[in-house]
């Protein structure tokens, strides 16, 4: 009898599951993948159980799940609920993913993580990162990943109760502590800024939050990393392809540009989709297994390089 194929359905709270992540899925190999939109945390029970039970155990082995949408909380009560609806040994295996933003945050700190001798340093112990948009879905992976490795972390907001909101949330979930602050104007940004390490800038597309006003009033030797590659970007003056370059009117602020990631933000869905395919069990991957990749990609390419410069 033939092999059974291997089935990814991709369940979204948001009305459309999205074509970048069917895409990534077949290139990663899967045999079919199958999305769903507008899926709650109450309709989901259906889907798995329905997904669990129809292809014996064989078959459970090879169907797995790929969460998705763009608010965070409802797609980790569908996490929730998806793992209850799971019936040993028929478990089925979940990528999470919401709106790729724990593959891009997961992305984006590892390479930042990567280029710290730029201003002297090895690891997050004992850093200061500020994050701007640290209330979104890549924002707050950064955050997260920031503090877990050891980052005093200042979770930023245009308002200051929804930066308290998500800290707290944050707090419960990955017992980070994380310091709420809202953006405010120049001055107050200035302010939040000069003693860090590290300003990530994790707005929405196409909304500048850090200007050249500003970084003109930081002291040198920071690092700065930008996720949006939407006109006017998240930090004015930096180019978008580039990373690990000194601003070019700043001296001593060294930048990540938002399509620098993406190849690695790629890599690493692609890695983890291939990893999901073969995975045993009720295995979750989220940002914390994506973040490990991440580490990992950064490390060849360092090698690679290195050996190069011998040669
Ligand atoms: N390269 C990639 O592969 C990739 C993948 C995913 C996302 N992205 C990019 O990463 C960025 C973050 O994505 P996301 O999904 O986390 O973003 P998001 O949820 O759209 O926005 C992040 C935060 O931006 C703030 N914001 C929204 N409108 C704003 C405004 N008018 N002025 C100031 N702040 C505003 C909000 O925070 P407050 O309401 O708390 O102020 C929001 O929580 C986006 O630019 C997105 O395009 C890139």
């Known amino acids: ?49 329905d997904a669990m039970f129809s292809r014996g155990l064989d078959g459970a082995q090879r169907t797995k799940i790929f969460l998705n949408g763009s608010d965070l909380n409802v797609v980790r009560d569908m996490l929730k609920t998806a793992r209850k609806s799971m019936v040993t040994p028929f478990d089925l295996s979940i990528f999470v993913d919401p709106r790729g933003g724990y593959t891009t945050g997961s992305a984006m700190v590892a390479q930042v993580e990567a280029y710290l001798n730029k201003i002297g340093k090895t690891s997050f112990e004992g850093l200061k990162v500020v994050v701007f948009g640290g ?24 308002r200051q109760e929804k930066a308290e909101r998500i800290a707290g949330e944050l707090k419960e979930l990955y017992k980070v502590d994380l310091i709420p602050k809202a953006n405010g104007d120049d001055p107050q940004r200035v302010e939040t800024c000069k003693d860090a390490d590290i300003i990530f800038t994790c707005g929405t597309a196409g909304i500048q939050l850090v200007s050249l006003n500003v970084l ?43 399509l620098s990631v ?50």
Not at 34 to 44: K, M
Not at 232 to 254: A, C, D, F, T
Not at 268 to 297: I, N, P, S
Request: include cysteine.
């Open 1 to 49: 009898m033939a092999e059974k194929k291997y089935i990814l359905y991709l369940l979204d709270a948001d009305k459309w599951a999205s074509p970048f992540d069917i895409n990534v899925a077949y290139d990663a190999g899967f045999d079919v993948v199958i999305p769903y939109g507008s899926v709650t945390a109450e309709t989901i029970r259906t889907l798995v159980e």
């Open 135 to 158: 209330t979104g879905p890549v924002g707050q992976v950064v955050s997260v990943l920031c503090a877990q490795n050891g980052a005093e972390v200042v979770l930023l907001s245009r």
């Open 216 to 258: 003109k009033q930081l002291p040198k030797n920071k690092i700065l990393a930008d996720v949006n590659a939407v006109p006017p970007l998240g930090i004015e003056g930096i180019n978008v392809n580039k990373k690990n370059k000194e601003h070019p009117e700043v001296p001593g602020l060294y930048y990540h540009g938002a």
């Open 262 to 311: 993406g190849s690695v933000k790629l890599k690493v869905e692609k890695k983890g989709l291939k990893a999901l395919m073969t995975a045993e069990g009720k295995k979750t991957f989220d940002f914390v297994d994506f973040f490990d990749t991440a580490r990992k990609v950064y490390a060849k390419k360092k090698a690679k390089k290195a050996e190069k410069q011998k040669a």
